[in-house]
């Protein structure tokens, strides 16, 4: 890894072009404590607001170039998007079942939902199974294809939440999950989500909490860190303050049913992100194939906010 100063590699500046260093994206400020460096990119909390991010941020051009195909089916899944993403279909299934049932404790009837950031509309799936009606939007072209075609979502949108005509007071609930900390202007989406949403309906959202035990344990070895996806690292007091000015009340914060069901070799290629030997140590695991276990690291919040 290159030091700080030194010329960067040509990739890394291919990288960086159109990169710029943003304020604090919740108060505004540009007053920030270092946590760590991680060249080209440092993780920063701000000395106000608490709020932690990254900088340098990518180009916008660059952030949307990068959810298309590539992002799915990448080759460096520790450092950016998914190894193989389709292929943990069944997986994916299984963890949106276990957190669809947050819904069912204010929903007890099936009614619209609205999935941001939907991908290949894995969650709208299950609940379409559960008598709901879905709509999708979603960036990523081949991820939309696949919702439409594979899956037979027929409402899933191609574009962004905030150029997009959405029903307004359409929806009982509308989710995100995995979706805020990508986003290069949170606010505008949770503004076009609260106007999609009916009086009273529910905004359901998914993050990492960087105050987690396990963040902290981790230090910059937690998974989460991500630079070039992952620009913000919310905890649940500058979550909460957000959706506070957003206008949404915060009814529960929890890390229960945050969790995952991964393959094992899913596992065997994280557990390489600590230390590359860790790899070979725990790639026995792979000969067990594609069974899968539920993970619940605690590090995930699942916020469920009612619109005021
Ligand atoms: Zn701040």
New binding site residues.
Partial sequence: MSDAGQVPEESTRDLLAGSRDVE?F??G?RDEDVKFYDPPFRVVR?K??G?TYVNPRLSSERLHEMYQEEYWASDRAKEFGYASYLAERENYERTYRRRSTTIDRYRSEPGRVLDVGCAAGFFLSVMKAKGWQTSGVEISKPMVDYARETLGLDDVRHGDLTTLDIDEGGYDVVTMWDVIEHLEDPRAHLEAARRGLRDDGLLVLETQDVSSRFARLMRRKWQHYKHEEHLYHFEPATLGRLLDEMGFDVLENTPRHGGKYVSLNFVVERVGRIHPIMTTLASPLRLLGNRALYINLQDEMIVVAKKR
């Fill in positions: 604090c919740l108060c400020r701000c106000h607001c709020m």
